[in-house]
């Protein structure tokens, strides 16, 4: 392996530690405050050439890869974004992007991947349903063919970006479950726009993150035509596990990144705050457990790196996501909770962040795959049986 930084990966960081010293901390403050989307933020992101990174060159995006998604997504998150560094980039420019890349048709892709990568689309990703949660086979959302249209209806919870998005990728069944002999069987993913009167979005009131809305998505006869299913109808579930693996590593780098900035948060603190004579970071009880949090987190994103590699060479990498979506929360929690117990009682105020990104960090224990469904996948692939 060699770990030499090249140009391109300087490039990234360099740009991205740039956008991030504009969009600091503050800025993130008064957004969640306001619960308002960070317009500024998105059009930087665009200006920079982020939300092209997994677009390839000849629809106008930068063709970059994983690795450098990955590693922006990192950066932004360490240098002074917190989850947003994540958030604005993982659905449209991330999984909207590789999923039409991968299972678009012609017309699809010079339709939609040019607007990604010039931040002009926004995409939403119906996946969660109310009742199917984390077994995404058991969505409920019916789309049934009428001539050369469909007709979809069903509910969608915890759709992030629905309130602004411009489209959809919408999950489906065209075969109920009962009635197909593998599960992964009879699942169809359309592109589906949403402007269309049959969709009607309801905002979740939530903990945090709230310069992003999450929603509920009521779908009522909404009619689309054939066209817009991505990729080959009743076998969907394999364009969505494309798209499912940028999200996992997506969230380990938002997971390292977020304690990566706690931590240097709290040392810059420790460093100031002077009690009984020292500074509080000369005593072990307040450096030794961020130390060995950052230590941690280090290792998970070596892992992120080796399934973003993964990915990028089309090599299957599901087990390393998961390793590293878990392995990287952990350690970014137990980073973010040692930096607040830096600060003592101002770990609790909001001026010093720490509470917002205690906040923002603990989703992804939830989010995009719980950690018992993570380690539920290692420890299959490890040898033991399967328990779901």
Known sequence: MNFEESQERAMVRSTAAEVAAEYGPDYWHEKEEANEFAEGFWDELAAAGFHGLLVPAEHGGAGMGMGMMGLAMETLCAEGCGMAGTWYLVVTGGMAAVGIEAYGTPDQKDRYLPDIADGDRHFSIGITEPEAGTNTLNVATRAERDGDEYVLNGNKAWITFSDRADDMILVTRTTPREQVDRGTDGITLFIVDMDNPGIEVSPIPKHGINYSR???????????????????????????????????????????????LAAHTAIEYANEREVFDAPIGTHQAVSF??????????????????????????????????????????????????????????????????????REINLTRLAPVTQQMAYNHIAQQLGFPRSY
Request: hydrophobic share 45%; proline share 3%.
């Open 214 to 260: 999450s929603c509920e998505v009521f779908i009522d006869d909404v009619r689309v035509p054939a066209a817009s299913i991505l990729g080959e109808e009743g076998d969907g579930w394999w364009a969505l596990v494309e798209m499912l693996n940028p999200e996992r590593i997506g969230f380990a780098a938002a997971a390292t990144g977020i304690g990566k």
């Open 289 to 358: 457990p961020i130390t060995k949090a950052y230590a941690r987190m280090e290792a998970a994103a070596l892992m992120r790196e080796k399934a973003a590699w993964l990915y990028d060479r089309g090599e299957d990498c599901a087990y390393e996501t998961n390793v590293a979506k878990a392995t990287a929360v952990e350690a970014g929690i137990e980073a973010v909770k040692q930096s607040m117990q830096a600060f003592g009682g101002w770990g609790y105020a909001r001026e010093y962040h720490l509470e917002r990104w205690w």
